[in-house]
DNA sequence: TCTGGGGTCCTAGGACCC
DNA sequence: TCTGGGGTCCTAGGACCC
C-alpha cells in the first residue's frame, strides 16, 4: 500500500475535561482538571465506577474503572461529578464536525476518539504536522477542551502516537521512530495486549513492545493463535487496516442495565427484560435493520456471567416478537439465582427493505408493526416516557432502560 | 458506599450433511 | 461389523477496545 498520513485525533480525560469545560462556561470559577476529581456513577444503583479522571487523581493511583469506593481510600478529597452523557455527545459530535473539513475520511472510532486520513488533505492544507497543530489549537480554542493527535502511516501506529504524552500533544511515529518510540514501552501498552495476554507473554520473557517484536512469528503463531499474529504485527507497526467511511455495517445491537438492587423472581426479570427489549428494538427500527438472532445475557449476584441466544425463523424487528423469545431464552437460561445485571442483545441484522416481503405475511405481525411505528413515532415526538406499558406503573423500575445518551452514536470496538 | 455499558472478533465443540 | 473426513452452521464463552 503506497504511503498514507493517518491521524489519530483522542479527547484528553474526555468525560472529565467536557464536563469542567460545560462547567467553566456555565460559571463555576473551579476547574476540575486542576483538582483531583472523577467523573463517576452512583454507588447506590450499583453503578459506582470511575469513568473518567483529572490528572491530579490520576497523581493518586485512580485508574478508570475502580470502584468510587476504593479511588475514595486512595484520595479521601476526591471531587466526584455524574455523568451527563448528552452533554459528551454533543462536545464528540462538535470534534467529528470539526475534523470533516480536514478530510472527507473521518473515523468515529468512539465517542472520544477519531481517525482522520490525511492522504488526500495534504495538497490543500500544507504538512501533515501543520495542520496537526491548527487542529489540536482549534478545539481548544473553539471548543475548549484539549486532544492529543498522533501521526503516522497506519492507523495502530497513529493510535500509538497518541498515546505517547498528555495531554495536548502531537506526536509523530513513523517507521524510523518505532524503535525509540514504541518499543521502549510496556507491551501492555501495545493495542490489543490485554490484562490475560499480559502473563502469557511475561512468561515467555517478553515485558516490552520491542522483545515481542524481535520474537519469533511462529513462535508466536503457535503459542497465541492468530491473536499472536496480530499483535506481534502491531508490535513491528504492522496495519493495512482502512480509515473506515461512517456508515459501516454494524453487526449488532444491545442494551444491558445492572438494576439497583438484585432480581430474585420471573416477574421481575420480566418488566426489566421487556424495558431492554424495547430499547434495543427501537434502535432496531431506527437503523430500518431487522434482526435474525437474539440473546439474553444474565450476570448473578457473584458476577458470573452467562449468556443464551437462538436464531428466529425469519428476521424481525417487532417488540412483541422479539420480547416472546426474550423471555423464553431467559427461562431456558436462569439458574434461579439471584440476579444483578440483565442483557438483550440483537445479532445478524439485515436490511428492512430487504426483508419486508416475509415482514407482512402474517397479518398479527402487520398489526405489531403498525405499533411499534405509532409508538416509536410518539416518543420521537414526545420523550422516550412518554408512552409505557402498564405493567411498570407502580412495580419501582425504569420502563425505558439500557442506553446512555437520547442520541444514537458510535461506540467502542476492539479493532482498528 | 464494591465492581457500567456498548461494541467486535475469535475459538471450540457439537450437529448435521454428503 | 465398521466407524472416514471435509464442510457448514450454530452456540457459548472469552478476549479485547473505550
Same mark, same amino acid.
Given at each position: 500500500?503506497?504511503? *498514507? %498520513?493517518?491521524?489519530?485525533?483522542?479527547? %484528553?480525560?474526555?468525560?472529565? =475535561?467536557?464536563?469542567?469545560?460545560?462547567?467553566?462556561?456555565h460559571g463555576e470559577s473551579l476547574d476540575l482538571r486542576d483538582v483531583p476529581s472523577v467523573v463517576g456513577g452512583d454507588p447506590k444503583?450499583?453503578?459506582? #465506577?470511575?469513568?473518567?479522571? =483529572?490528572? +491530579?487523581?490520576?497523581?493518586?493511583? #485512580?485508574?478508570? /474503572?475502580?470502584?468510587? $469506593?476504593?479511588? *475514595?481510600?486512595?484520595?479521601? @478529597?476526591? !471531587?466526584?461529578? +455524574?455523568? %451527563? &452523557?448528552?452533554? &459528551?455527545?454533543?462536545?464528540?459530535?462538535?470534534?467529528? @464536525?470539526? !475534523?470533516?473539513? $480536514?478530510?472527507?475520511?473521518v473515523q468515529r472510532y468512539s465517542v472520544d476518539e477519531c481517525f482522520l486520513d490525511y492522504t488526500e488533505s495534504e495538497k490543500l492544507f500544507g504538512s501533515p504536522l501543520k495542520t496537526a497543530y491548527k487542529i489540536k489549537n482549534r478545539i481548544q480554542e473553539e471548543l475548549g477542551f484539549t486532544v492529543n493527535i498522533g501521526i503516522s502511516h497506519n492507523k495502530l501506529l497513529s493510535k500509538m502516537a497518541s498515546e505517547l504524552e498528555k495531554p495536548n500533544k502531537v506526536h509523530t511515529l513513523f517507521s524510523d521512530e518505532i524503535a525509540s518510540k514504541m518499543w521502549t514501552l510496556p507491551v501492555d501498552d501495545l493495542f490489543m495486549v490485554g490484562s490475560k495476554t499480559l502473563p502469557k507473554l511475561k512468561r515467555i520473557g517478553i515485558?516490552?513492545?520491542?522483545?515481542?517484536?524481535?520474537?519469533?512469528?511462529?513462535?508466536?503463531?503457535?503459542?497465541?493463535? =492468530?491473536?499472536?499474529?496480530?499483535?506481534w504485527n502491531y508490535a513491528n507497526g504492522i496495519d493495512e487496516s482502512p480509515v473506515r467511511e461512517e456508515d459501516m455495517v454494524q453487526k449488532g445491537v444491545g442494551n444491558s442495565t445492572t438494576i439497583a438492587f438484585d432480581v430474585t423472581n420471573q416477574r421481575e426479570a420480566y418488566l426489566i427484560l421487556l424495558s431492554l427489549t424495547?430499547?434495543?428494538?427501537?434502535?432496531?427500527?431506527?437503523?430500518?435493520?431487522?434482526?435474525?438472532?437474539?440473546?439474553?445475557? #444474565?450476570? @448473578?449476584?457473584?458476577?458470573?456471567?452467562?449468556?443464551?441466544?437462538?436464531?428466529?425463523?425469519?428476521?424481525?424487528?417487532?417488540?412483541?416478537?422479539?420480547?416472546?423469545?426474550?423471555?423464553?431464552?431467559?427461562?431456558?437460561?436462569?439458574?434461579?439465582?439471584?440476579? *444483578?445485571?440483565? /442483557?438483550?442483545?440483537?445479532?445478524?441484522?439485515? =436490511?428492512?427493505?430487504?426483508?419486508? #416481503?416475509?415482514?407482512f405475511d402474517e397479518k398479527s405481525l402487520d398489526k405489531y408493526r403498525r405499533i411499534d411505528e405509532t409508538v416509536d413515532c410518539l416518543r420521537r415526538q414526545y420523550g422516550k416516557k412518554s408512552v409505557i406499558r402498564g405493567s411498570f406503573l407502580h412495580s419501582g423500575l425504569k420502563p425505558i432502560a439500557g442506553g446512555v445518551g437520547e442520541e444514537e452514536y458510535k461506540m467502542m470496538s476492539s479493532h482498528l
Open positions: 500500500m503506497r504511503n *498514507r %498520513n493517518i491521524f489519530h485525533i483522542d479527547a %484528553n480525560s474526555a468525560y472529565l =475535561s467536557w464536563e469542567a469545560t460545560w462547567r467553566l462556561q444503583s450499583r453503578h459506582g #465506577i470511575i469513568l473518567a479522571k =483529572s490528572i +491530579p487523581a490520576k497523581k493518586y493511583g #485512580i485508574k478508570t /474503572g475502580e470502584t468510587l $469506593y476504593s479511588a *475514595r481510600q486512595k484520595c479521601p @478529597d476526591l !471531587l466526584i461529578v +455524574p455523568p %451527563n &452523557y448528552e452533554l &459528551y455527545m454533543k462536545c464528540s459530535n462538535g470534534m467529528f @464536525d470539526l !475534523l470533516k473539513e $480536514y478530510s472527507h475520511l515485558s516490552t513492545i520491542g522483545d515481542l517484536a524481535k520474537a519469533n512469528l511462529s513462535h508466536m503463531k503457535s503459542y497465541l493463535k =492468530s491473536h499472536g499474529v496480530l499483535i424495547e430499547t434495543v428494538s427501537m434502535r432496531l427500527r431506527k437503523k430500518k435493520s431487522l434482526a435474525r438472532v437474539v440473546s439474553v445475557s #444474565i450476570k @448473578d449476584k457473584d458476577f458470573a456471567y452467562y449468556s443464551h441466544q437462538c436464531a428466529l425463523c425469519a428476521p424481525t424487528d417487532s417488540t412483541n416478537v422479539l420480547f416472546k423469545y426474550v423471555k423464553k431464552l431467559f427461562n431456558e437460561a436462569w439458574k434461579g439465582e439471584p440476579i *444483578r445485571h440483565l /442483557g438483550v442483545r440483537l445479532t445478524e441484522l439485515c =436490511s428492512r427493505e430487504f426483508y419486508q #416481503i416475509s415482514i
